[in-house]
């Protein structure tokens, strides 16, 4: 099983990036994926959740209306399309594949990607 993002980096605020997270060695079309971040100091916090069909997502309160979750089925990859970022939004970030099969959680994260934000 593997969850590989990519798209972090610096960027100056009031920018935009676009993470994704590739899945492989599991059905991912039949786990839900989400998006989490941890600031330095700070606990692990949930950024946004999609369903495995994509019919329905979520997101943080403070992250709304800046920050979109998709995923692509087919190319087993879950995006995270963040704008508007500020300094506070400076995080590793993490994706996560869950899932419950006859009450057995399931669940599997990536190694994280950096995203900074400052000018």
């Known amino acids: 099983v593997q969850l590989v993002e990519s798209g972090g980096g610096l960027v100056q605020p009031g920018g935009s990036l676009r993470l994704s997270c590739a899945a492989s060695g599991f059905t991912f079309s039949s786990y839900d994926m989400s998006w989490y971040r941890q600031a330095p100091g700070k606990e692990r916090e949930l950024v946004a959740d999609i369903t495995s069909t994509g019919g329905s997502t979520n997101s943080a309160d403070s992250m709304k209306g800046r920050f979109t979750i998709s995923r692509h089925n087919a190319k087993n990859t879950v995006y995270l399309q963040m704008d508007n970022l500020t300094p506070e939004d400076t995080a590793v970030y993490y994706c996560?594949?869950?899932?419950?099969?006859?009450?057995?959680?399931?669940?599997?994260w990536g190694q994280g990607t950096q995203v900074t934000v400052s000018s």
């Open positions: 996560n594949a869950h899932r419950t099969y006859f009450l057995k959680p399931y669940t599997y």
